[in-house]
């Protein structure tokens, strides 16, 4: 029976691995088709109307003008095989200013069409040393025929053309310029080859998944392994500046470095100051993507010797997040620029210190998990968790440091040990650093309610406990977002604010005489004061909204003079226009509802890579479906332990607190003239989904019978993986 377990085991493990390498190798045939072999052209002489016969010993030579400081691939020339098939080798160099041979090319005569360009690779790309302005180079073409009947021609112009790039340097010595295409871009095998490398690098992922899920290695080492080796693939997958707003959290971390490196980060005009070989890549937009940023990307990677002084100045926008956010990032870009990196090398250091953070804070929750372990490694290796973590990315530490304070929140309330000062120090040092992260998510610091207060040693420690947790976050929080919740709030009576504000704060010093006194209460004076109290809240509520409504409306004139050239309106859904234009604003909501919300969980399971809005890709649907499938199972798999109803309601609150201040955050930016929440991303309840799926899970009517804890945990590593797998066909096709 042993023995047959045995069998059973290693079969299933043989089919794993065989299916793992036919995905493997399957997409790096669509990889090789998408990627290899591409070619841009720039045309230098477009003008022909001679043939000029090559003498096969001599050749023909032909000056022409390139940029100094870019690279060239080859040239195409129209040749002339004077209708037949010639055989023979046709012979193509390249001759730098000085008169040395830079580069060269051959091919197979036979090869050479009539009256048809041919592309003529180099061996080796030629790029100058120089960094601007035009160099004059050479290039000789000549060939070597098999019989006397075989020869060739170029196609060129009658003398100079006039305005044509290749023509600045003169002509050939037969009177006439050639029709030349220069090879401007050109991406080979890099990429098919660079993908071998990552496929060997996910296929030890996957086996050592499976085996650490058999021999039942603790999760959060799986993780950590596992989680390193996809990240990984995420970081060296995604082109530069692709992620969401990379260009300007790249920003942001380019900044941190050099403040911590004791440069300066901007001048006086705001520009960010930069390494000479850094400048030219970084925009104030998403960056370009494709093939050809591969080949770049496979091609600097590994170059050294850059300068470290920051010598060029681009005008680029920050964040405008906590900086320290960005320390993971900010090392990476240090050790990269200290190396002497070029840039796609100082990025990918950034984005691996990024995902070095994340996997630290990932695997420190999942010890700390006191149940639902599977739950929280899949949202922690699901592509869109790891896309982030792989990228540069405030979202990188916010997400990291909500799963930490939710598992260490959990683990206190519903652990075996009382909560000791270590337990209370990592509470409060995880919510100071998670209450100024994003504003929206300051909420989340509510969880350390659900804590019952049994697991203090009295009730004064449990007050002092939590006093402590949301002082440490509020303090944090209103430092970096006073004047935005201020901006907000520009045309709503302050009045109504500041006395929202008192009145607040006398209900929280009141408290604990509220509670001895609730106490005292017996049963029915204890329900005569709850409803007293709720009537007490819907009046408050009430007038605290008539006085928030009054203020200045915007006039028709005003709204049509707000338009910009765009279309777009210069007014947004201020708190004051929000609360005096509730029916437009609850039908905004709806419509956004209807026609994003299948985007929105595409975008929360990370089926949309790169920036959505830009790219506008998705992955295979089956794909799509199979992580929603994954995610549902892990929140249903059944637990050894259930929330209370009053943790899960209390939970369910801050859910919907959170998505309400997401959503209100959005609405702050959207012109009042859109038809759908403008910004309004999937992505932004990643903190929250580890929460989701546990309220999921609390339902009675529709659960797994049996754990299936490792077939969740293999699957999840699995799809996650091809969700990377088919994240680099569609970047490597476009």
């Not at 420190?364 to 990315?393: N, Q, V």
């Not at 999921?696 to 996650?720: A, D, F, Y």
């Amino acid at each position: 029976m042993r023995n047959a377990h045995r069998i059973r085991r290693l079969a299933a493990f043989a089919v794993f691995v065989l299916a793992a390498l036919f995905c493997l190798y399957w997409a790096g045939r669509l990889v090789a088709a998408g990627a290899d072999d591409r070619r841009e052209y720039l045309i230098l002489n477009d003008e022909y109307s001679r043939i000029l016969e090559v003498d096969p010993a001599q050749g023909l030579t032909q000056p022409f003008s390139w940029p100094a400081g870019s690279p060239l691939y080859g040239l195409r020339l129209d040749v002339a095989a004077f209708g037949r098939v010639n055989r023979g080798v046709a012979h193509l160099e390249l001759y730098d200013p000085a008169g040395n041979l830079a580069a060269s090319a051959s091919c197979d005569m036979t090869e050479l069409l009539d009256n048809t360009f041919y592309g003529f690779v180099f061996e080796k790309a030629y790029c100058s040393p120089k960094a601007e302005g035009d160099e004059a180079l050479t290039l000789r073409f000549w060939y070597e025929p098999e019989t006397g009947e075989d020869r060739l021609g170029l196609w060129a112009s009658e003398g100079v053309p006039a305005g044509q790039a290749g023509a600045r340097q003169g002509q050939t010595e037969l009177g006439g310029t050639l029709a030349i295409q220069a090879l401007s871009g050109y991406t080979g095998t890099l990429v098919s080859d660079a993908y071998r490398w990552l496929a060997a690098g996910l296929a030890v992922m996957l086996v050592a998944g499976w085996l650490c899920v058999a021999k039942k290695i603790p999760l959060h080492r799986t993780f950590c392994l596992c989680g390193a080796l996809l990240g990984l693939g995420f970081a060296v997958v995604l082109p530069p500046l692709c992620g969401p707003d990379e260009y300007a959290h790249g920003a942001s971390a380019y900044a941190l470095a050099s403040r911590l490196g004791g440069q300066p980060a901007y001048n006086e005009a705001g520009e960010l100051y930069m390494r000479a070989c850094d400048a030219p890549y970084m925009t104030d937009e998403t960056g370009p993507s494709g093939a050809f940023v591969y080949a770049d990307w496979l091609r600097q990677l590994g170059q050294g010797g850059n300068s470290s002084q920051l010598t060029e100045t681009v005008s680029v926008r920050s964040s405008g997040s906590a900086s320290y956010l960005y320390l993971p990032s900010a090392l990476g870009v240090m050790a990269g620029r200290a190396l002497g990196l070029s840039f796609y090398g100082v990025w990918l250091l950034g984005r691996l210190g990024s995902l070095a953070a994340y996997l630290a804070l990932g695997t420190w929750a999942l010890r700390r998990m006191p149940f639902g372990k599977t739950l929280l490694f899949t949202a922690l290796i699901l592509p869109s968790t790891l896309g982030l973590a792989a990228s540069f990315s405030a979202d990188t530490l916010v997400i990291g440091l909500s799963f930490a304070f939710t598992a260490l929140c959990l683990g206190c309330a519903y652990g075996q040990r009382p909560v000791g000062w270590r337990q209370v120090l990592e509470l409060v040092v995880l919510a100071a650093l998670l209450g100024p992260g994003k504003a929206v998510y300051i909420l989340l610091v509510g969880l350390v309610f659900i804590i019952p207060a049994e697991k203090f040693p009295s009730p004064r420690r449990s007050a002092l406990v939590r006093c402590l947790v949301l002082a440490a976050s509020l303090a944090g929080w209103l430092v970096y977002n006073l004047e935005y919740v201020r901006y907000i709030l520009r045309d709503v009576n302050e009045w109504a604010v500041w006395g929202g504000i008192v009145l607040l704060a006398a209900l929280a010093a009141a408290l604990p005489w509220l509670v001895r006194l609730w106490r005292g209460l017996g049963a029915r004076p204890r329900r005569l004061a709850l409803g007293g109290a709720a009537l007490l809240v819907v009046l408050a509520a009430a007038v605290g909204l008539y006085a928030l409504r009054l203020g200045g409306n915007l006039t028709p004139q005003q709204l049509a003079e707000g338009i910009q050239p765009n279309g777009d309106s210069i007014y947004t859904y201020s708190v004051g226009y929000t609360l005096r234009h509730l029916p437009q604003v609850a039908k905004l909501l709806v419509d956004t509802g209807i026609q994003q919300g299948n985007y929105w969980l595409s975008q929360l399971l990370g089926a949309c890579p790169g920036e959505p809005i830009v790219h506008q890709l998705e992955l295979n649907g089956l794909l799509t479906l199979g992580l929603f499938c994954l995610v549902v199972l892990a929140s249903l798999s059944p637990g050894p332990k259930r929330l209370p109803v009053r943790a899960a309601w209390g939970i369910g609150g801050l859910c919907l607190g959170v998505a309400a201040l997401v959503t209100a955050a959005c609405l702050t930016w959207t012109p009042v003239n859109y038809q759908v929440i403008f910004g309004l991303q999937g992505r932004y309840l990643l903190p929250l989904l580890p929460l989701l799926m546990l309220l999921l899970g609390q339902n009675r009517w529709l659960t797994l019978t049996r754990p299936r804890e490792g077939v969740l945990q293999v699957g999840g590593l699995c799809l996650s993986c091809l969700a990377l797998l088919d994240t680099l066909c569609l970047f490597a096709a476009l």
